[in-house]
């Protein structure tokens, strides 16, 4: 009987590492994608941003003309 429950222990050790590598891999593969998306659209957000805070600066003075 001890064998069987050290085969059932190794088969559940096993089973945790599997689960933990593939949620490694998902998350190098989400991160990857983020690295892809974040180059593109960071000018995109930084520009809007910008024109943003600028247009709420020009809406404030001019009601104040």
């Known amino acids: 009987m001890p064998t069987t429950y050290l085969k059932r222990q190794k088969e559940i050790k096993r089973l ?3 689960r933990q ?4 891999r998902t ?6 994608r983020q690295q892809k998306e974040l180059p593109a659209e960071s000018p995109s957000p930084a520009g809007s941003e910008a024109s943003t805070t600028s247009g709420t600066a020009l809406s404030e003075s001019a009601p104040q003309d």
Do not use: N, T
């Open 16 to 18: 945790e590492k599997q």
């Open 21 to 24: 590598k593939a949620e490694r």
């Open 27 to 32: 998350q190098r593969k989400l991160a990857s």
